[in-house]
DNA sequence: CATGACGCTTGAAACATTTCAATCCCACCC
DNA sequence: GGGTGGGATTGAAATGTTTCAAGCGTCATG
């Protein structure tokens, strides 16, 4: 590449059509729509192109197209790796359909979540996936009446009125719980709060829907609240757990996510529990790290990536497909189990 | 908001001041000077965007403007929360100066990268924050040349004409080793690799030098290679360690990051060691899940979050500062010490 | 009553691209 | 030699915003 001397401002398809000797409707030929060209222009053209070091300048583009060529996924906790693969997830299904992917992370704060939401408006983003704070907010709705081609991820909203991709939370919890029963549990645990987060309130409907059916006692199913689902609340759940008079305290623990399970785990390690002969820990995700704990996690997994994948794949068909109609996409978690609940109990 | 039936296209500057009976200057003064416009005119004109649901369009902005009001970063590798720290810090530089910012993953793939960075510069981003694969691909040099402004994050390289910020690596390396000799250890192994990159190789560089001050025989550090700075490569580090006859099998291990500190604690966990009594480990970044690990992790602490901030304000200066002078920013490391490393070894 | 000043508003130009109808030119046929 | 068809190229229009010089009207001052 002979680049010219930079004299300010970029190169426009115009200055190339002036360095190849021909119109600016050319130029945008030989971009557009290279068969039209004559192949001696079009290699004309491409010299004069990488003489001048041109790069088509995508605003312009867009303002002409209406619309840009970028989706868009706002999520809720970036420190969380589950997130991420669901990012990746999204990412791979843009990349097909050659669109960019402005990520953002809300870090469950709403008023964040907000500024960014009007922000890729103001892109004319072609696309918004979301994992709302609240999937009741009134700046949601605004945007799906706006016309905007709107998923939500890992979310419900009762309102309706677009896509959404989630797996069956209540069904999650129901396989965690099973599991720890079948292992011989007959005191358990469920760590997560707070209820206002859906996904807490149904793992722990699952919870209790399966405990019933085995027909154990309510009260052998201790909630501990937390305040957020993190590696701390998951720390201090387990002191409170130990806390417990010796008869009341649970044998195993089934926590709303992975972070819980990592904190409640070190806990019970460092107090110098075993896990999972004194205590059995299910997590919820199935992140990477759960995997690559010390003693590796029993975990609830979520199908990340395609989790992403398919919110990508309907958000582009709300965008292009006038036929599109709304969906709630469902998936089915899968129990891994690991060491954390390694033992069966006698 | 007392939203129009949607008619196709978005209302524009030009609807706002039809509806408020003013002209498209008018309401443009509201949106950028709003000082100038009279009160009862700006009042108007606002209930008009408001009827409307007007949203600014961004890519008429740009185009107009010449540039967007967004910086980008490329990092490495999103499954490592480093990044993630990283990308928060620019985040909150970015937000601090109204812009947006486009967070891209390589993946570790060059090709990738050359791929959002050609976008990147289609977008007329002000300025690409990376960390890049290879600190000398041509790609890079050529966006320096364009004049497009530039930082390299956590990485350096040789050729220069751009700022950057990283962490004395070597530096960090010492740190680690003379805690590790401190705490008693005489035989030590440095896991880590491939030396291609530039970290591996000074922190060995630092593990190294501090080894020979301190006059230990050279063969008692035992550099276990691996091929990528994983959990999975962790944990394979960690056969190999065990592999070794007893007489030559190293007390500690210092980790070229954190991944691989939590793979080889899992796999000595495994193995029925005490950590740190039969082996301590030493990682390096601290991330959070370094601090969670089931016997928590000493690490050598880089300022992740400061990292990216002062990454982001080097790139602004230059796209803002005519007398902008390149920067090589260097921080200092920290241990922070854990129960990994806890005890003194006789 | 004329002049100037001041506050507010206006309208045109510019940004880079894409599209499309119009034009040009050439070869070929009658 | 005139006409026709068609491939290649052209130039103008349109996209939505910002800026800025110019215009307008009102008020105070001389």
Redesign the pocket.
């Known amino acids: 590449m002979t680049q010219q001397p930079r004299n300010g ?2 190169p ?3 200055d190339v059509a002036a360095a190849a000797g ?5 130029v ?2 030989v ?2 729509r290279p068969a ?3 192949s001696t ?1 079009r290699e004309r053209v491409e010299r004069a192109m990488a003489d001048l070091g041109f790069v ?2 995508e605003s ?2 867009q ?4 619309t840009s060529r970028a989706l868009a996924y706002v999520m809720l906790d970036g420190g969380n790796p589950f997130f991420h693969d669901v990012a990746e997830g999204i990412e791979t299904a843009a990349e097909d359909a050659d669109l960019s992917l402005f990520v953002c992370n809300s870090s469950g704060r709403s008023e964040r979540e907000a500024k960014h939401l009007d922000r890729l408006l103001q892109q004319r983003v072609q696309g918004i996936l979301i994992t709302p704070v609240d999937p009741d907010a009134a700046h949601l709705a605004d945007i799906a009446q706006r016309g905007v081609p709107f998923v939500m991820v890992d979310r419900f909203s009762r309102a309706g009125g677009h896509c959404s991709v989630a797996v069956d939370d209540v069904l999650g919890g129901r396989i965690a719980v099973e599991h720890l029963i079948d292992r011989g549990h007959r005191r358990v645990a469920f760590v997560g709060g707070p209820e206002s987060i859906g996904q807490v309130r149904e793992r722990l409907q699952g919870a209790r829907a399966v405990w019933a059916e085995f027909g154990m006692p309510e009260e052998d199913l201790i909630h501990l609240p937390t305040e957020a689902l993190t590696v701390n609340e998951g720390r201090s759940a387990g002191e409170r757990l130990a806390g417990l008079p010796s008869r009341r305290r649970p044998t195993a623990a089934f926590c709303a996510n992975d972070l819980l399970a990592l904190g409640l785990l070190q806990h019970a390690v460092t107090a110098g529990l075993r896990v999972p002969d004194d205590l059995a820990i299910v997590g919820f995700d199935d992140i990477d790290f759960a995997a690559a704990a010390a003693v590796p996690l029993t975990s609830v997994r979520q199908p990340r990536q395609e989790l992403g994948r398919t919110a990508a794949r309907l958000v582009l068909d709300e965008a292009t497909n006038p036929a599109h109609v709304h969906e709630q996409a469902t998936f089915v978690p899968a129990l891994v189990a690991r060491a954390s609940t390694g033992t069966v109990r006698r």
Not at 22 to 26: A, I
Not at 63 to 66: I, V
Request: zero cysteines; proline letters at 0%.
């Open positions: 401002r970029a426009s398809v115009k021909v119109s600016l409707g050319t945008s030929n971009l557009n039209v060209v004559s222009t088509r300048n312009a583009r303002l002409r197209a209406g």
